[in-house]
T-cell receptor, first 112, second 114 residues
């Protein structure tokens, strides 16, 4: 079975600082990986996805993530945080695009 | 452009009552699914469907029923609500090509069971 672990339920950064949100997965075979963002009282929106093409994936709003098989990781980064990045971020994994498994989420706070 | 529409947005039930959460999508997606979101637990898959007439269980299916009679609609039924079913419920759909993978979510339905 697959699973996702997100280290840090809350992360706080200053505006302009690097954003690093951690995601580690557990899977018997290389999975497909996703990052979603959720703004208050809204559904989730796709930020980026890894589907076995390039290991460095670029997404919307300046976010990117790197698939590292040796570390079973798919950490999300952004070089410079903006106030509008404050939201909750979820990492997700699937093997067959039918059953998706989500992490517990990381709330990002951006300080002015 | 409606996307995925969920109704109702808010609902309060008493223990033992039944209700149906509605989900409709206008993107002609074959795949539809239901998740529940609880604090500190992320989203957990309840049931999913890969097309009309086809449904399957997810991680936490107990206490919930689904059916899929049309491509557009995927209702979630609670036959006898329990306080443990207090949660925010999300419906999500995706296009049929497995290489895409992007889930499109509704805005959620907040259910409280007293």
């Amino acid at each position: 079975a697959q699973s996702v672990t997100q280290l840090g339920s809350h992360v706080s950064v200053s505006e302009g600082a690097l954003v690093l949100l951690r995601c580690n997965y557990s899977s018997s075979v290389p999975p497909y990986l996703f990052w979603y963002v959720q703004y208050p009282n809204q559904g989730l929106q796709l930020l980026l996805k890894y589907t076995s093409a390039a290991t460095l994936v670029k997404g919307i709003n300046g976010f990117e993530a790197e698939f590292k098989k040796s570390e079973t990781s798919f950490h999300l980064t952004k070089p410079s945080a903006h106030m509008s990045d404050a939201a909750e971020y979820f990492c997700a994994v699937t093997l067959n695009f039918n059953k998706f498994y989500f992490g517990s989420g990381t709330k990002l706070n951006v300080k002015p | 452009n409606a996307g995925v529409t969920q109704t109702p947005k808010f609902q309060v039930l008493k223990t033992g009552q039944s209700m149906t959460l509605q989900c409709a999508q206008d993107m002609n997606h074959e795949y539809m699914s239901w998740y529940r979101q609880d604090p500190g637990m992320g989203l957990r898959l309840i049931h999913y469907s890969v097309g009309a007439g086809i449904t399957d269980q997810g991680e936490v299916p107990n206490g919930y029923n689904v059916s899929r009679s049309t491509t557009e609609d995927f209702p979630l039924r609670l036959l006898s609500a329990a306080p443990s079913q207090t949660s925010v419920y999300f419906c999500a759909s995706r296009s049929g090509g497995v290489g895409t993978g992007e889930l499109f979510f509704g805005e959620g339905s907040r259910l409280t069971v007293l």
